[in-house]
């Protein structure tokens, strides 16, 4: 897990600023909750959702196939 701070918002963006290096993210501000605000601390969770991609690679092999025909 990754843990943020908002630092600022840009627009429809929030500049986060990932881990102790303090990395910046600039991320889609429709996504945060709308309560959120500049100081902030938020965490990010991302897993690799191998469901998700099998079926992705299903379809596109489905698609290149019927084009074949």
Sequence with gaps: MIYAVIDR???DKAV?????????I???R???D??????????IDIKYDDEA??????EVASLLN????
């Design 9 to 11: 918002f840009e627009e």
């Design 53 to 58: 991609t099998q079926k992705a690679k299903e």
């Design 26 to 28: 600039n991320f889609p």
């Design 16 to 24: 986060l600023l990932a881990g102790d290096e303090e990395i910046k």
């Design 66 to 69: 019927s084009l074949k025909k």
């Design 34 to 43: 709308k309560n959120l605000k500049e100081g902030d601390y938020v965490t």
């Design 30 to 32: 429709r996504l945060l």
